[in-house]
């Protein structure tokens, strides 16, 4: 399902003396390698079957292109895989897919939003997104270096280029930042509507 996009800024900058498992923008991630997984344990005091059927009916509302999407639907199993994009207009990016497993079982479930991938501004293919959160501090470094170079530097001309070069990278930071923060958005929304639509309206106030 497509949603308003929404732009902000965030200033990020990547502490490697943080441990291992931290967040930028609200998105679990691992530091080292990037890779984005997002699981939630509900408790939900309901059969296995009930709560399968409010799952698939929430995403079937929720997403008009169901059938394109759903990958796995095994209500024996209590099992929902399905895998979607979303758009991110930007300079750098085209657009996000992501893949979302819900395990249902008596009492409780689990939804895991994982497989993360990134579109380029000139690629027609997917490739993995856990290289960005490496690359926001990479780029972070570099804006400081450039920097302090304008501030040494006497050469109008020299300074001009420096201040271009830094523009650049601010912009193509600001991108990421941007895809992130619409990555944290979707996949909120995704958590929050699952939970609302197994345990009823009111229950995430009761979180």
């Not at 095994?74 to 895998?83: E, N, P």
């Amino acid at each position: 399902m497509k949603y308003p996009l929404f732009s902000t800024l965030f200033i990020v900058a990547l502490n490697l003396s943080t441990p291992s498992f931290a967040q930028k923008s609200g998105l679990p991630y691992d530091r080292f390698t990037g890779e984005i997984t997002q699981t939630k344990s509900v408790q939900t005091g309901q059969s296995r079957d009930k709560a399968f059927s409010a799952a698939r009916a929430w995403i079937r509302r929720t997403y008009p292109n169901y059938r394109e999407v759903i990958r796995v639907e095994d209500a024996g199993l209590g099992r929902i895989v399905f895998q979607d994009q979303e758009p991110i207009v930007s300079e750098s990016f085209k657009s996000f897919s992501y893949r979302v497993q819900v395990d249902i079982k008596d009492g409780f479930y689990n939804c895991t939003i994982n497989n993360v991938k990134t579109r380029n501004a000139v690629s027609a293919d997917y490739t993995s997104a856990d290289a960005d959160f490496s690359n926001i501090g990479m780029y972070g470094k570099h804006i400081d270096d450039i920097g302090r170079e304008i501030s040494i530097t006497k050469s109008k001309k020299a300074k001009a280029k420096l201040y271009q070069q830094r523009r650049n990278i601010k912009s193509v930071l600001q991108d990421y930042h941007k895809s992130h923060y619409l990555m944290d958005l979707q996949f909120t929304m995704i958590q929050n509507g699952l939970r609302e639509a197994v345990l009823g309206p009111g229950s995430l106030a009761a979180k």
